[in-house]
């Protein structure tokens, strides 16, 4: 009889269908790995495990009983702790607060029992030979692998029969790393089921008994960790068709570089990049979430902090602002990734929004040029087919195809020919996807560098002409037109060696 | 220096700041008043700073949880007017009103609770607006500044007990339940939602029962502020509520309390309210005019907040 056993399972949020006749079974006592792409449904699925959010459709059997938490209190109560990658602790409060909060040892008049606070704490760390924390320490003063570790330790002070990890080891150093997945081959043999997230293959392989694989937002299949080889398990990560949605590839590199980075970095997130992008260039930037493509795009941008050496055709060029980065022929034009939050103005109009970064190619003593004004908005519009009904109409009741080609408008306009284009077909339809593939070639036969990041592999894969696959903020990959494979790409981003 | 030590001066860096200036507002007072640092001088200065700590207190835990609330200043007018017209001559009577004018107010913020929390608003426009129409209330109960309290009840203030005037054991008595209060579980999860919503509510708090709690805290504080203000005043006042609004948030922020919540304690407001109140002494002693008041109010409060941007500063460079 196995502890966990789930068949069907389903959830979906408004149409979108984010797990779909998931089935998975786990037993008392083994380390069990979620593995898959972002976004197969691995997260999903441990949600409702943990009772953050409601399944759909489906059942879930724990200990032979049916189990639909309401909470993450209610799954704690039945035996069910996780500990997700996205930190629940409370920033000013002390590590040993955090550990026990809300159910802090109390004397009979209210007030927290501090001494014996500190004694469990101090118990727990033991007993798990923790790596050395100040446990009174605001968490807040804390570095974020120590934050993963209380993290943990919040998780183990709950008596539990199974525990979730949710890549807990992504951010933790080598040793720190060392003592978790011992940690967690311990807890497993003392008659824990532990299901372990990592998209490490070598963590996976030296700790887990069995994986179940996760794609497309279900399961495809559940192995032996010792009887499966690596080849397998990418091709049963990937397997999915191709559409005929991309544009045909001419090769339009120059031999002129537009951009040269090295060692740039930012905090730890961005750890020494260095790279050439050429004039008529795609230079795609792949990898697991989280590895440092926000920070690499940003930090080009002028938006973050960063170090290193940037050069711009030629020139030596560090933006510390986006407001420096946006100056002119010479400098970089970013489509974030929040059309949103950060592309673009809703309540504004289309007009409005494709000028707004450069007043200055249409003012003439401070006063705006409406004839240049409209001359340039109409060439966009042209150029990028907006569908619109009049360039005075409200950007936000665009459709999102429509209201990322603004985005495109608005960061063309300002005659930057390095062009930073962050995940720009999230959200939006099938058929504009194309068009901005088609376009994005065509500006680079224009003599555009373009550097292109997308969450979907398949995209990096038939629109760039080199990719470059980032891990751990580090370049550990820079793969060649005919070296370009979905394989290719997510082996260099989960496999430890190098390609 | 040691690194505990260190993290310990980061810590409370803006708390000490707010002493050190306390100080030296003390020391120059002192240079030009003899007579400075004396139990009548402090029996004195705490009769006269207690209604702004009282509110202040309040003000702290709403603050504490991430919010404001400018709903105090319509509640201590309000609560002064009730009384002012209320209390009469009866003791039995005076008792039954003050309790009522303690609960209205936690009702009141308990209300402001309800609504920020339930219908996702802005704490600073729902406060606006019920400052709005607590002090339209006032001024329908008592549209001048009258009505009476007894004698007796005017004489607390000037009441001693051990040497120590009423005001003196108040303070004291709060601060006891200051250090009780914030480790309690709900003294605790004020703190927690404060510093991160999102953390406490995936560890299972109940976010609404947190809003009505520490706004209605501030309502029952302002409150009580109010009732002492009588003692003070001897009568009710439909506008005076609006002094207390900004002091009280200047108090807490003088202190160390961080706007953002989760972070500071009742002694920096208390330190800050001090501040505010000798800061008017130290005007009048050196003979200056009084609008040099709002003047350095309003440097100490730079002072204070450029002291905890800094330390923060320096201790995330440090973390990295």
New interface residues.
Partial sequence: MDLIEVSGLTKRYGGIVALEQASFSARAGEVHALIGENGAGKSTFIQILAGAVAHDGGDVLFDGAHYNPANPDDAETTGVTAVFQELSLIPDLTVEENIWFRREPRRWWGAADRRELRRKTLDLFEKYEFPPIQADRDVRRLTLAEQQIVEIAKGLAKSTRVLILDEATSALPAKETEWLLKLTRKLAEEGLLVIFISHRMGEVRSIADRMTIFRNGSTVATHVTDEVSDDEIVAQMIGRQMDRLYPERHDTTTGRIALKVSNLECGSRLRGVGFELREGEVLGVGGLQGHGHRELFQSLFGASRSTGEVELWGRAARFNSPNQALSGRDGIALVPEDRGGQGLLNSMSVRENLTLSVQRRMTWCGLVDSKREAALVREMVDLLSIKVETPEQEAGTLSGGNQQKVVFGKMLLTEARVLLLYDPTRGVDVGTKSEIFQLMRDLAAQGYAILFHSSDMPELVHVCDRVMVLRAGHVAALLDRSAISEEAILRAAVLEKDT | MST?LR?YLL?KAPFLTACVMLVAILATYASLQRGVFSIDELNLVTGSAMTLILVATGQTIVILRGGIDLSVGGMVSLGTVIAATQFGTDPVNIVLWSSAILLLGFLIGAANGVMINSLQLQPFLVTLATWSVLSGVAMIILPTDGGSVPDWWIGFGYSELLGLAGPVWMMIALIGFWF?FK???LG??I??T???E???F????SIMRVDIAAYGLSGFFAAAGALYLTTQTGGGSPIIGKDYILPSVAAAVIGGVSLFG??GGLMGTVVGAFILILIGSLVFALRISSHWQPVLSGMILLVAVLTSSLTEKT?KGQ??
Avoid: E, H
């Avoid at chain 2, 995936?202 to 708090?205: A, E, H, Q």
């Fill in positions: 505990s993290n810590d009780w480790s309690t579980r605790t999860t703190r927690a404060g510093s991160s999102k953390s406490a995936l560890s299972g708090v989760g972070r201790a973390a990295q």
